[in-house]
Structures are given as structure tokens and as C-alpha cells.
T-cell receptor, first 114, second 111 residues
Framework: GAVVSQHPSWVICKSGTSVKIECRSL??????MFWYRQFPKQSLMLMAT?????????EQGVEKDKFLINHASLTLSTLTVTSAHPEDSSFYIC??????????FGNGTRLTVT | QKEVEQDPGPLSVPEGAIVSLNCTYS??????FMWYRQYSRKGPELLMY????GNKEDGRFTAQVDKSSKYISLFIRDSQPSDSATYLC???????????FGTGTSLTVIP
């Protein structure tokens, strides 16, 4: 149980375009989901906490207008990287937790902005 | 001081060796301890989690928590090449949604 599915697994886009990443909890409902960013050989950096039916909570230094988060249902959160630039190239990972359980992660999305 | 400290390695061992991975932490409110395995270009996979001090075993893996020393360990017995990955420790206070991660230890098991 506790499967988190993330799509797409990789995406290449041109500078200035927007990219949407989906995160779904397949076998549980998640009122809260978490979006992380990971640079090569570094640990996870929490970007924002996605809350179903309300605004996301962004970590300090994360631009909310650049990284748009929508959590429209109990099983789906989306992260849209708007007007992407090469410095946004990274590995983005979502996670969620069933009540009382540890975090479960999606398989990540590798974004390359050319 | 970071909330969670983890030696990044890299750690290289021969197949069959016992591997010890460790993290220390500073926040005595942490009650929930997790170990994740992350293969290259994949999301972290939950290996083990525990609430309490002591040992928890699952197959070749043993998680150990010493709250008095604020020290947790993951032992891998009879290590296999397929265990080659980065191992992340994580912890949180029981009631919260905030998780703190170590930087990860890169492990290579040589056949």
C-alpha cells in the first residue's frame, strides 16, 4: 500500500515554457502532499507543502509565482514550473503520507530546460 | 548545527559485508525515525521506520535507535550489489508534518 505516482518521469522543455508535474496518491487520500527538489548528490530540499482545497505553503526562498501548486482533490497535486529557465533544471519529487505513516515518495521528475 | 547529520560517504564494501550507516540528530522532540533507499534517478523508497528506541529487524536490514545518544543506525547484513544506492535517514516529531532528512550516504557493494 501507500503508493505515490508521479508523472512524467522526465521532461525536456524550452526556456520560457511551462511544465506541469502531477503527483497522485493511488491507494490513499492525502490532504497534504510535499514537493521536493533535489540537486545532484545532494539531499532533498522541501519546496512547498500542498494542502487540499487551500493554498500551498512555500518554504523560504521558493518563488510561489514560479512554482505553482494546485491540490484540487484528495489524490492529486500538481506542480507547474512557469516560464522555465535552465536554472530550473532539476529533479523534482513529490511525497505524501497516509495518516500516521511515514512519507512515501513518487519516482521523481527529471526536468531539463534547454 | 544541522538538525540531522549524516556522513555522505561514499562507502564501498565487498559483497557479503555488513554495512553500518549512521545519523545523529540534535532535536530531542524527534520520535519518528525512517530510512530510505534511493537509486540513481529515482525517488526515495521507504526501507524501515520506527517510533521507539531499540532495534527493528526486517530481513537483512536492522534499524537501531538510541534516543539517549540521539543516534540512529541502519545495518545491512550480507550486502548485495543491488544494495548499491544512496541511503537517507529522516526523522520527525510525532505530531508534525515536518520531516528532516540527512544528506544521504552513497553505498557501493562490489561483487
Amino acid at each position: 500500500g501507500a503508493v505515490v505516482s508521479q508523472h512524467p518521469s522526465w521532461v525536456i522543455c524550452k526556456s520560457g515554457t511551462s511544465v506541469k508535474i502531477e503527483c497522485r496518491s493511488l491507494d490513499f487520500q492525502a490532504t497534504t502532499m510535499f514537493w521536493y527538489r533535489q540537486f545532484p548528490k545532494q539531499s532533498l530540499m522541501l519546496m512547498a507543502t500542498s494542502n487540499e482545497g487551500s493554498k500551498a505553503t512555500y518554504e523560504q526562498g521558493v518563488e510561489k509565482d514560479k512554482f505553482l501548486i494546485n491540490h484540487a482533490s484528495l489524490t492529486l497535486s500538481t506542480l507547474t514550473v512557469t516560464s522555465a529557465h535552465p536554472e530550473d533544471s532539476s529533479f523534482y519529487i513529490c511525497s505524501a503520507r497516509p495518516d500516521g505513516s511515514p512519507l512515501h515518495f513518487g519516482n521523481g521528475t527529471r526536468l531539463t530546460v534547454t | 548545527q544541522k538538525e540531522v547529520e549524516q556522513d555522505p560517504g561514499p562507502l564501498s564494501v565487498p559483497e557479503g559485508a555488513i554495512v553500518s550507516l549512521n545519523c545523529t540528530y540534535s532535536n530531542s522532540a524527534f520520535q519518528y525515525f525512517m530510512w530510505y533507499r534511493q537509486y540513481s534517478r529515482k525517488g526515495p523508497e521507504l526501507l524501515m521506520y520506527t517510533y521507539s528506541s531499540g532495534n527493528k529487524e526486517d530481513g537483512r536490514f536492522t534499524a537501531q535507535v538510541d534516543k539517549s545518544s540521539k543516534y540512529i543506525s541502519l545495518f545491512i547484513r550480507d550486502s548485495q550489489p543491488s544494495d548499491s544506492a544512496t541511503y537517507l535517514c529522516a526523522m520527525s516529531a510525532l505530531a508534525g508534518n515536518q520531516f528532516y532528512f540527512g544528506t544521504g550516504t552513497s553505498l557501493t557493494v562490489i561483487p
